[in-house]
């Protein structure tokens, strides 16, 4: 179903505002441009933000998927500097 | 090496900011950045460049904490009085930020040393209080080819200006030589109210990290002044000389050298 490959994966379910995005930036600054990561993030404050907030630095969001479990995963393609 | 949790936390206002980022914090870690003077303009400079994480800072002063430095210089508390500024300020920049490892160089900076001390570093600070040092670290920078922020405060003003080597004119092009000595009062005899130094000791150390970071544009080539009476911010632009003695095409002066000193400036040093 999926037109995208995860390169790696990153968990912010344990950190609250600001160090979610904090832990997200650290993440996405670890791929190479044009590689795709998927962040787990909590329902709430964080699934309002984040996506926001990385697009907001350029990057691609492909997708949000709804866990069914309070968590999202935000998959995100990076982008260059 | 990654950041730990710890470091994500201290460092996240930074790293939030597009301009800086998990790379910027990166090159504020390795970063070296002198401080000469741990006076009105070197404490918020030290201390705003230890809390940023600069991974390496010097300092180098000779002179003790006297009562009559603590109205402006912050880094150093009531207990301190006696003892070196230099250890003063290394152990209120490793209370703030334990990440940071300080030099601290108790020592008088001139010509014969100052080459040496400032050739392990990126960037300076020059937090002097008088014209002979501001001469003196103007033309080992130039010589050094190391950029470095300049400033000077009295009264109620201040001034700084940024040189970076080949991109602008030096402290020299604009000012030539120091006033005879004793012709203009230094901080010490004139006053000075403190936080005219936490304005422009912020102002270098912000400086120092756009340098760092390469972001926005620096001081080169303007003189900024202000005046907290008016409040005033005046940027103007400097001319850069070609016959600079220092930084022309044809400089005369090749190795630093010290002029003499304001007979007050001396005493209790």
């Known amino acids: 179903m999926d037109d995208f490959e995860i390169d790696e994966t990153a968990d912010i379910t344990d950190a609250v505002c600001p160090l979610t995005f904090v832990k997200a930036k650290v993440a996405l600054e670890e791929l190479d441009d044009g590689q795709i990561l998927s962040i787990r993030l909590n329902d709430g404050e964080p699934v309002q933000n984040i996506p926001r907030s990385v697009k907001e630095e350029g990057h691609q969001i492909l997708k949000l998927l709804d866990n069914g479990d309070g968590t999202y995963n935000l998959i995100v393609r990076k982008a260059g500097d | ?269």
């Open chain 2, 1 to 269: 090496m990654a950041f730990t949790d710890a470091q994500l936390e201290r460092y996240s206002r930074h790293i939030l900011l597009s301009e800086v980022g998990v790379k910027g914090q990166k090159k504020l870690q390795s970063a070296k950045v002198l401080i000469i003077g741990a006076g009105g303009l070197g404490a918020p400079a030290a201390l705003y460049l230890a809390a940023a994480g600069v991974g390496t800072i010097g300092i180098a002063d000779a002179d003790a904490v006297d009562l009559s430095n603590l109205q402006r210089q912050v880094i150093h508390a009531t207990p301190d009085v006696g003892k070196a500024k230099v250890i003063s300020a290394k152990e209120t920049m490793e209370a703030i930020n334990p990440d940071v490892t300080v030099n601290a160089c108790r020592m008088f900076v001139n010509a014969g040393n100052v080459m040496d001390l400032i050739s392990g570093y990126d960037f300076i600070i020059d937090g002097t209080d008088n014209f002979p040092a501001k001469f003196l670290i103007n033309d080992a920078c130039v010589l050094g080819k190391k950029p470095f922020s300049h400033a000077g405060i009295i009264r109620f003003k201040g001034q700084l200006t940024t040189y970076v080597p080949g991109q602008g004119p030096c402290y020299r092009c604009v000012f030539k030589q120091p006033p005879p000595p004793d012709a203009v009062p230094t901080c010490r005899q004139a006053g000075v109210i403190g936080a005219v130094g936490g304005v422009i000791g912020s102002l270098q150390a912000m400086e120092a990290v756009k340098y760092i970071l390469s972001k926005g544009d620096l001081l080169t080539g303007f003189l900024l002044t202000y005046d907290a009476l008016k409040m005033d911010f005046r940027k103007i632009k400097l001319p850069l000389d070609k016959s600079c003695a220092v930084c022309g095409e044809h400089p005369a002066i090749l190795a630093p050298f010290d002029y003499e000193q304001a007979v007050c400036d001396l005493n209790g040093h």
